[in-house]
């Protein structure tokens, strides 16, 4: 089954991560995965991982000017008007949505973002002869509140051989290196609102024993740079974006997330992997990876609660995690949920 994977990504986000991990084991599965991507510099080296795969990659400046002949067509979207280009060249296409469908901002700014999905986005979804998303529960509330008739979950995976916990010798070697000498928190994730940075500064304001490493770059970079100095924090370094997070996660002691939206979180699967505790909100995609006291901490999105959290949290809570995604969210197993999801598609 010939399968083009298509998105109009410009840079490197979690679904083209996902197509560079995913496409290759599908081949290895027997399908014939191909993948489409915008001619971009920013996302040049997903290009490259591919074409060393040996899956074919189209790097395009327009989509009319793609190919045909595809028994399926899976793309993901930035940017809602890039659907109509892709529904105009592929009208059976099936989305693959990997973006937040719910943000759970207070005082009423929930709803405005449900209507502005609403509005937005779920009309290209139900035009689409299936949809596929990261998550049972997004599957579920695509259903229900946005009448998105056919769902598919194809839940997320992460390489557990690249993202492991540490021997003692390999963290104590690795906190030297990153400089680290006190209990560490970790908080990987772009600098946008819905990622919540305000919590985790106040966190840090109310934990200053505690370092906090905060990894990512984003259009709010310069205003939490900011705050930090108002605020007065000495326990905060920001890292900007890396390409060594395998040795942060194994260097740090947990991971905060005090996230208001996510579809399903490659940073928590990553973090759980590593075998870290990880101290989240209780968000219902995050609520599907973590059970709160087990594999992790789910923990309303307050300074004070999040600050108990971690000082409460154990490496057993990450020991625990990283037994759940062994069972449930390798990459061998996510491709295997994907290729049946997409024999099903094809087969209806």
Not at 39 to 50: D, H, K, Y
Not at 166 to 184: D, I, S, V
Not at 214 to 229: M, N, Q, Y
């Amino acid at each position: 089954m010939r399968v083009l994977f298509l998105t109009d990504a410009r840079a490197i986000g979690g679904s083209e991560v996902y197509l560079k991990e995913m496409l290759p084991r599908l081949k290895a599965l027997g399908l014939a995965p191909e993948a489409a991507l915008p001619e971009a510099p920013g996302n040049l080296p997903v290009r490259q991982a591919l074409e060393e795969a040996g899956v074919p990659v189209h790097a395009y400046t327009h989509p009319q000017a793609l190919p045909q002949g595809f028994d399926l067509v899976v793309a993901s979207a930035w940017y809602p008007q890039s659907y109509k280009a892709f529904f105009g060249r592929y009208p059976g296409l099936i989305p693959l949505v990997h973006d937040q469908i719910e943000i759970f901002y207070p005082l009423g700014g929930r709803y405005l973002y449900r209507l502005g999905y609403r509005l937005l986005q779920a009309p290209n979804l139900r035009r689409a002869k299936a949809v596929l998303t990261v998550s049972r529960w997004a599957a579920r509330w695509l259903r229900e509140v946005h009448g998105v008739d056919r769902v598919l979950a194809v839940p997320n995976g992460v390489d557990t051989r690249r993202f492991r916990p540490p021997t003692l010798e390999e963290k104590a070697a690795l906190r030297e290196a990153y400089g680290l000498r006190r209990f560490t928190a970790l908080v990987p994730a772009r600098m946008s609102p819905e990622k919540n940075h305000l919590a985790a500064l106040l966190t840090a304001k109310l934990l200053p024993q505690v370092d906090f490493l905060l990894v990512g770059t984003g259009a709010l970079l310069g205003i939490w740079r900011k705050t930090a100095r108002l605020l007065g924090l000495r326990n905060v370094r920001f890292l900007g974006r890396r390409e060594d997070m395998p040795g942060l996660y194994r260097a740090a002691d947990a991971m905060l997330l005090p996230t208001l939206g996510e579809n399903q979180s490659l940073a928590t699967l990553e973090a759980m992997a590593s075998g870290l505790p990880v101290i989240t909100t209780p968000i219902p995609a995050q609520a599907e990876l973590i059970q709160d006291g087990l594999t992790g901490r789910l923990v309303p999105p307050w300074p004070p609660r999040l600050a108990q959290a971690l000082k409460e949290a154990t490496p057993e809570l990450g020991l625990r995690a990283r037994a759940f995604v062994e069972r449930h969210h390798t990459l061998d197993q996510a491709a295997r949920q994907l290729m049946a999801a997409l024999r099903e598609v094809a087969g209806a």
